[in-house]
């Protein structure tokens, strides 16, 4: 099962279907009536199919589901009201995986239906829903990384399982020892670009050429890493000038054309995710001793933009 089948959702649960998996997809109209019509089309990196996944539109209904696997997709504000839809599963229950932006979905997933079910994932390939019932895969840095929070031989058993499967299906994946390391990666990652891209309307490629916003991308990332190290992030670069050429030759190069989904989300009057991930690293450089200033500068801007925008459409005061 799929909980939040947005564009990352629908990419693995369609893909598992047409790989001969029994998925129910669980996310909103008028999405799921156009898949439970015609079937999901996906286009894009992963190649071009249509499938046909089981659909629905509430947790509350699917928690009676026989599954082996519920993975959660939705944005991580909303992981706290899904866990405690999922704490309340009927029947033996399955692994629980977060295959979501940001810092603290695990350690809520884990607090509701219990450490010893959750696995988490790196996800860093960009989709979009063009319209209902499609879902196009734009770019891919790096496969998808399952495993669990610490290192687990059971979990990482089921995480080898369910990777082999998600990779077998179209989309890049494999498991790791500990997925720790990489959310804090993918969080580095996008600290910078996602606000700035969303902030100035900028592709990835366009924010990192900037001669202005350049000097910003690096030190919210430089700020990130050593909030990381600090707090046990156990990152596999020597120091954060190290990271940044591996930010920058390795990670942006695939995804240069890409426009963040927190730039999505403003456009589409929806609350950005920029709490947990700049915002993540804000509160935890706060716990530890170190300043992060630019990451919280990005952050109320981000906030500001959301006030301003849900003023002129008749919502919210700035």
Same mark, same amino acid.
């Given at each position: 099962m799929v909980a939040g089948a947005g564009a990352v959702g629908s990419v693995i649960g369609g893909l598992l279907a047409g790989a001969g998996h029994d998925v129910l997809l669980v996310g909103r109209e008028p999405h799921m009536a156009a898949i439970a019509r015609a079937g999901l089309a996906v286009t894009g990196l992963f190649g071009n199919r249509r499938t046909r996944p089981r659909t629905g539109t509430s947790l509350a209904e699917a928690r009676g589901e026989a599954a082996d696997f519920v993975l959660v997709t939705v944005k991580s504000h909303a992981t706290a009201a899904v866990a405690r839809e999922l704490a309340a599963w009927d029947g033996p229950r399955p692994c629980f995986v977060s295959m979501q932006n940001g810092l603290g979905n695990l350690e809520l997933l884990a607090d509701a239906v219990g450490g010893?079910?959750? /696995?988490?994932?790196?996800?860093?390939?960009?989709?979009?829903?063009?319209?209902?019932?499609? +879902?196009?895969?734009?770019?891919?840095?790096?496969p998808v990384a399952i495993g669990p929070a610490a290192p687990d031989p059971a979990l990482a058993a089921t995480a080898g399982a369910l990777a082999a499967a998600i990779h077998a299906a179209g989309v890049p994946c494999e498991a790791v020892e500990t997925v720790t390391p990489l959310l804090w990666e993918k969080v580095l990652y996008n600290c910078g670009l996602n606000p700035l891209g969303a902030l100035h309307g900028l592709t990835y490629g366009e924010v990192a050429a900037s001669a202005t916003l350049r000097p910003l991308l690096d030190a919210a990332i430089d700020e990130g890493f050593a909030v990381a190290q600090r707090a046990g992030g156990a990152l596999p670069w020597a120091d954060a000038a190290a990271f940044r050429r591996y930010f920058h030759e390795v990670l942006l190069p695939p995804t240069r054309a890409h426009r963040s989904s927190m730039r999505q989300d /403003?456009?589409?009057?929806?609350?950005?995710?920029?709490?947990?991930?700049?915002?993540?690293? +804000?509160?935890?450089?706060?716990? +530890?001793? +170190?300043?992060?200033?630019?990451?919280?500068?990005?952050?109320?801007?981000?906030?500001?933009?959301?006030? /301003?925008?849900?003023?002129?459409?008749?919502?919210?005061?700035?």
């Open positions: 010893e079910r959750v /696995l988490g994932a790196r996800v860093i390939f960009g989709a979009l829903i063009p319209e209902p019932g499609t +879902v196009h895969v734009t770019v891919c840095a790096q /403003l456009e589409a009057g929806r609350r950005t995710e920029v709490e947990s991930i700049g915002g993540a690293i +804000v509160r935890a450089g706060e716990c +530890v001793g +170190v300043p992060t200033p630019v990451n919280a500068m990005l952050v109320e801007q981000v906030h500001a933009a959301e006030r /301003l925008r849900d003023f002129r459409m008749g919502g919210a005061s700035v």
